[in-house]
């Protein structure tokens, strides 16, 4: 069991440079596999036109899309594991609605509160940094819910509401927004992953580590978790410290990718059934890495089927991750149905 295991990693790591290369390949020019190899072989004073598109605007945007598809997947077990409801996501914390109440304000709010948050539009910086305090402000909200609420099913229901609210205060400020920032707002949700530069994508990386750390060192919370409470709690196990570590650890990871990437739907809620179908097993040392490398390569996918090759059109990448989101959420609730009746 455990050789398959490994043969399964070995070849989904093969599979994840291959379609990192596939992806970096395809665009609106063509770039040949010999290219990509080439431009991290030449010296940087000698590259091509083409060389320069790869290092400077594709390289990061595929590495971005392995940061948010690995990342969304890790966030998406997490809370799956933590709540046990298979269709939780990263979402169910309100820290997602947290970074988009953050960004509404900046985008929405100018036309309440005036010029000053105009004037920070201008800022490139000010999408990432808005969207960061609103996730970390909503973030503070359910550590201190947690810390005095013993039922973890509470939490979820709270994050839900937190939710709502983030939902409710962003409608107020649609209603008195121009159509033009009602159109900025909607395309950040659309969510991208080709707008980052070399500087964010070290920021993006650095805060993506310490998240995956969190969750690395969850792994025996989680795993403990799957017995129940009360038994965790017979075998020695501290349940509102591990619940502590999972949810920064789904902070982390969550709200920083919808603060550098935009709200992507459905990838932390299918990612972790699909790693099920293919590694039949609950033992999260190895559902993390799997999920990490399932993550990445539906997300570089669906990255891949977004810039429609050859053409100057990219489409929403949102759209392409609920395409295949969506059926897999559908399926989950039919099999369960037919499992309950």
Not at 83 to 105: E, H, Q, R, W, Y
Not at 114 to 129: D, R, Y
Not at 171 to 198: C, K, M, P, R, T
Not at 225 to 238: F, P, R
Request: aromatic share 10%; net charge positive.
């Amino acid at each position: 069991m455990k050789n398959n295991y490994q043969y399964s990693f070995i070849i989904l790591i093969i599979l994840l440079v291959v379609l990192c290369c596939v992806n970096i390949s395809l665009g609106s020019i063509s770039i040949s596999f010999n290219t990509i190899i080439d431009s991290f072989l030449v010296d940087s004073s000698d590259y091509s036109s083409k060389e320069y598109i790869i290092q400077n605007y594709r390289l990061p945007k595929a590495i971005t899309a392995i940061l948010v598809g690995s990342g969304l997947g890790i966030s998406g077990l997490l809370m799956q594991t933590l709540f046990k409801n298979p269709l939780a996501g990263p979402f169910v914390l309100g820290i997602t609605s947290g970074a988009s109440l953050g960004v509404a304000l900046v985008i929405l709010g100018s036309g309440i509160f005036g010029g000053f948050l105009a004037t920070f539009l201008l800022s490139k910086w000010s999408l990432v940094i808005a969207a960061s305090i609103g996730s970390f402000l909503v973030l503070l909200l359910v550590l201190i819910v947690s810390s005095k609420v013993r039922d973890t099913m509470a939490i979820l229901i709270i994050g839900l509401m937190f939710g709502s609210i983030t939902s409710a205060i962003v409608s107020v400020l649609s209603y008195f927004s121009s159509a033009e920032q009602l159109q900025q707002y909607i395309f950040w949700g659309f969510g991208s992953l080709g707008d980052l530069d070399w500087t964010e994508v070290k920021i993006f990386s650095l805060i993506y580590t310490i998240g995956i750390l969190f969750s690395v060192a969850s792994i025996k919370g989680l795993n403990t978790l799957l017995l129940g409470q009360n038994y965790a709690k017979s075998l020695g196990l501290n349940i509102k410290k591990s619940r502590l570590i999972i949810i920064i650890a789904t902070s982390l990871l969550a709200g920083t990718i919808t603060a550098f990437a935009g709200p992507i739907a459905f990838i932390g809620l299918a990612i972790p059934h699909i790693t099920r179908q293919v590694f039949n097993t609950s033992n999260h040392k190895i559902l993390l890495p799997a999920v990490f490398l399932f993550g990445a390569i539906i997300m570089l996918i669906c990255d891949s089927i977004a810039q429609l090759p050859n053409t100057d059109y990219l489409l929403p990448i949102n759209a392409i991750t609920s395409l295949i989101g969506a059926p897999v959420v559908v399926w989950l609730l039919v099999r369960q149905r037919r499992m309950v009746f």
